[in-house]
């Protein structure tokens, strides 16, 4: 699981780039962040731990160990 992922600065997803981690990982992305989604807001970058995706990474990765 992955916030901003970085690969985005090369228009590149963890599906993209690793057919093994691919399939078992989640991304997340704010509207706006320059790092992932090739926007211009680096509020938008620091968002993650206050927009309540914290804890869809949470249940994800719970439910990936049962």
Request: glycine residues 18%; proline residues 6%; aromatic residues 10%.
């Amino acid at each position: 699981m992955v916030f901003g992922n970085p690969l985005g600065l090369q228009r590149r997803t963890i599906a993209g780039a690793s057919a093994e981690f691919g399939p078992k990982a989640k991304e997340f992305c704010n509207n706006g962040d320059p790092v992932c989604g090739g926007g211009n807001r680096f509020a938008a970058h620091l968002a993650y731990p206050r927009n309540g995706t914290v804890e869809q990474g949470a249940e994800f990765a719970a439910g990936k160990i049962g």
